[in-house]
């Protein structure tokens, strides 16, 4: 197994996921009843051999962090190496915001330069999806490549893209022997069918010469300003590596709600969770009780839940309460919510701590779900 080391790039908080990330990172979204999206790539990285990674945070970290712990979860709170929590240097003028991921590596080059792994996976933390690295990295050696940049095909089914305005989708033009011979960043409409994940492969000490000279010329960007120059003047050995397997980004609010509800699938769960383990926090709950008069179906329920309603086609996660009478469909719940009597929802997302009090109706659309957000009583 390679010693490789991992960098996680949290993306900050985003307007388009509204209020689920007004006071949490991306990242620390939850998903499929007991994980945060952050789980997933960790977990990735993990079983892919790394023993070093470092989290560079941005704004709204805390409850990322508290998440993260010491990284005991994931078997990275060792002495030498383990899991590295690398918040944003605050100032007047920075409000814990990097302008691009060159920024945010380039403020952790001491980090960088103290690790000692050959190889570095540099990563988003927004996709949900679940590989092992060992086979891209066996061809990053193979080919002798520079960088080797992860994809996937552009399907409808697994695709909802946020606006180009507010994250950055490279496409890929990948020749038959792997190479990247192009890339467009935020096209209006995209020549190519390969879309980025944002994982990249490359050397660590390659890594820190390329970031500072990219920051040295004022740039930011990964993606459009040394990705795309290199690639487009043969500067460097780019090649792709292909991921044909479930992922989704999460970027939109219709994004999330997908995700989750792809999961009452078990074909998608046995893809997701079967091939290699999920890894997360551990809560110790107790099981759910399904009271007398409660029906649930095609729902995914963790620990600690009391359904006393209806419940169809939901994830409910830890501590959920469904109360007498009540009628809860096509919807998210989320962590010790309570739902009194005789309610009725429909393609809702409730964050943590909500309350619904008896003969609440909320009824959203599958392309536009209704958000509550958190410690909310309607």
Known sequence: MKDIMGIIFTTKDDLSLRELTSARAVAALPVAGRYRIVDFVLSNLV???????????????HSLMDHLGSGKEWDLHTRNNGLFILPPFLTQENGGEYAGVLDGLRANFDYLRRSRQELAIVTGSNMVFNMSFEPMIR????????????????????MELGSAQKHAHAFL???????????????????????????????????????????????????????????????????????????????????????????????????LFKTMPVYTKIRDEVPAIYRSGNSVKN????????????????????????????????????????????VELENVILDKAVTIRSHGRLIGQMQYPIVIGKNVTL
């Open 47 to 61: 079983n892919s051999g790394a023993r070093n990674v470092g989290v560079i945070m941005q704004r709204n970290y």
């Open 139 to 158: 061809q990053h050696e193979k080919t002798g490549a520079d960088i080797t940049m992860l994809y996937t095909k552009v399907r409808a089914s697994n």
């Open 173 to 271: 033009n990948v020749a038959e022997d792997g190479r990247v011979v192009d890339m467009e960043v935020n096209p209006n409409a995209a020549s190519y069918n390969n879309i980025s994940m944002n994982v990249l492969l490359v050397k660590r000490t390659l890594l820190i010469h390329l970031v500072d000279g990219a920051t040295a010329h004022g740039a930011h960007d990964l993606d459009r300003d040394l990705l795309q120059p290199s690639i487009k003047c043969c500067s460097l050995k780019v090649y792709g590596y292909e991921f044909d397997g479930y992922c989704r980004p999460v970027e939109t609010i219709r994004g999330y709600f997908r995700c989750n509800m792809d999961l009452l699938d078990l074909g998608v769960r046995r893809e």
């Open 299 to 342: 729902s995914l329920v963790a620990d600690g839940c009391v359904i006393e309603g209806s419940v169809e086609n939901c994830v409910l996660f830890r501590g959920v309460r469904i109360g007498r009478g009540s009628s809860v469909k096509n919807s998210i719940i989320m962590q010790d919510s309570n739902i009194e009597e005789f």
